[in-house]
């Protein structure tokens, strides 16, 4: 009764996507709405994309192994990255009326930069995309009780959000959105009061987390756990910033007060609701004690999906199942869309400059089909991966080679496209030397990496420059020297 359920609900939001789509007239509309979303939309389109599996199942179950220390990255960092783009970056972006995030390289650097940071920011959301898509496998495979197995379910999940994304764009994406976030606050605060009661009561919730040190978030006063801590915060607060995603929700408004807003009104909503989950897992450890504990030391992604499933009533059930498909097909049909419309805008182009727009809106589709496939392979190979994991693991790339050149380009004038090159270089090659050696057990490699790409960028914008000024100056003084001989 549960799995047919949730099945109606995958087909109700699938047939209210297909609706939304009729407003798709041309690329506009399916990249960025048209520019027409209202702040509201904006609202509910950032927070719901922002709210995904790592939020339900990844985040819980870092917080109950290590504490808000562990979560430092999401959703602390990722919240903060929403507030970030709202305040600093939201406004300069939304009026140079650009399509995507990889026009404003261009514009800014010229084509090579373009393409390359558009492959940076494609490879990115290839995790972000497979942790909606596993998450999804898991809940088809515990719905069926094993009878689905979890690669089925990634397939079986993949295709629903598919059915509306591939027609609808940015529009489906929106309006399927804002009727899925208010399934998902009000079915996870629901969830929330009923597992107080039966803990017996939030106080005593909170007050185990407190006797289990979970609320400390500051690390140890060693230099390498704070490098490691500070790593870990940047890693989405700022390689989130140069992501199509964000852009498309500030390119989607009607006006330049919602881009601004809006983004800045769901962080803080992201950050704060971010906590009912991990209150629910807290809770399951006063409810499901034994079982509990086993399940973190095995799986601690599964503590609360079994939490639900195995002590709460059936209504429960239905709700905090509703809210989880809510949480996993917001995202996933948003980061499946914005890779695919990158890809054509930016590297697509480069081949094929003169297509019409009806082709090229045919091309986003395609585009969006053959992205979907790759995610869910790649998805399927990286089974067991922890979902918080991939979903971190992502964004490392667009910090380390996209952030530095986005940040100079938009606030410090001398930045040159030699400049930006040798800022996505260096940042990418520190990065992996990292990564590759134990360097990166010392040091994190992120870190690492968006610290040589800020170098990069200094010295290929400072040093040509400095070089012509000190070139002009040596040929100024000879011909003022032959002139006093004259």
Excluded at 173 to 193: E, N
């Amino acid at each position: 009764m549960l799995l047919t359920l949730v099945l109606f609900y995958l087909l109700l939001t699938i047939a209210i996507g297909l609706w939304a789509a009729k407003r798709v007239k041309n690329t506009s509309d399916f990249a960025v709405a048209g520019r027409h979303l209202p702040l509201v939309m904006i609202v509910t389109t950032t927070f719901a994309t922002w709210f995904g599996s790592e939020t339900v199942l990844g985040i819980p179950a870092k917080f109950v192994q290590g504490g808000l220390g562990a979560v430092v990255e999401d959703p602390f960092g990722a919240g903060s990255c929403l507030i970030l783009v709202g305040m600093f970056f939201a406004a300069k972006l939304y009026r140079m009326s650009l399509l995507t995030i990889s026009d404003y390289y261009r514009e800014r650097y010229g084509r090579a930069v373009e393409v390359v940071c558009s492959i940076i920011i494609i490879l990115s959301y290839l995790g972000w995309v497979s942790a909606q898509v596993t998450a999804l496998g898991l809940v088809f495979n515990l719905l069926s009780g094993g009878a689905i197995s979890v690669p089925l379910g990634m397939i079986l999940g993949t295709a629903s959000i598919l059915a509306y994304t591939l027609f609808g764009g940015m529009w489906s994406v929106a309006v399927t959105d804002f009727i899925q976030m208010i399934i998902l606050v009000g079915g996870l605060a629901i969830i929330a009061f009923f597992a107080a009661d039966q803990a017996g009561g939030a106080d005593k919730v909170i007050a185990l987390a407190s006797s289990k040190d979970l609320f400390r978030f500051l690390p140890e006063p060693s230099f390498t756990d704070i490098l490691f801590f500070i790593a870990a915060a940047i890693t989405m607060m700022l390689g989130s910033i140069p992501q199509q995603d964000v852009f498309q929700r500030v390119m989607s408004a009607k006006d330049v007060n919602a881009a601004t807003k809006g983004p800045v009104i769901g962080g803080l909503c992201y950050i704060l609701f971010a906590f009912v989950p991990m209150f629910l897992v807290t809770s399951a450890l006063i409810i499901m004690p034994e079982q509990a504990t086993r399940l973190i030391e095995e799986d601690p992604q599964k503590v609360l999906p079994t939490l639900v499933l195995e002590h709460m009533p059936f209504v429960m059930q239905v709700l905090f199942f509703g809210a989880l498909l809510s949480a996993l097909k917001s995202t996933a049909s948003a980061t499946l869309l914005a890779p695919s419309v990158t890809f054509v805008e930016n590297v697509w182009r480069q081949f094929f400059p003169r297509q019409g727009d009806r082709e090229e809106l045919r091309t986003m589709r395609l585009a969006v089909l053959v992205f979907s496939i790759l995610v869910c392979a790649y998805a399927i190979a990286s089974e067991g991966t922890p979902i918080y994991d991939m979903v971190s693991g992502a964004y490392q790339v667009p910090l380390v080679g996209a952030f530095v050149p986005l940040l100079a380009g938009l606030y410090w004038k001398r930045a040159t496209t030699q400049g930006a090159i040798f800022s996505i270089v260096l940042g990418l090659l520190t990065w992996l030397l990292f990564l590759a050696t134990p360097a990166g057990e010392a040091f994190p490699a992120q870190l690492a990496g968006v610290l040589m790409s800020a170098l990069g960028m200094l010295l290929g914008s400072l040093g040509p420059q400095a070089l012509r000024n000190r070139h002009g100056s040596h040929h100024a003084l000879r011909g003022l020297d032959s002139g006093l001989k004259a």
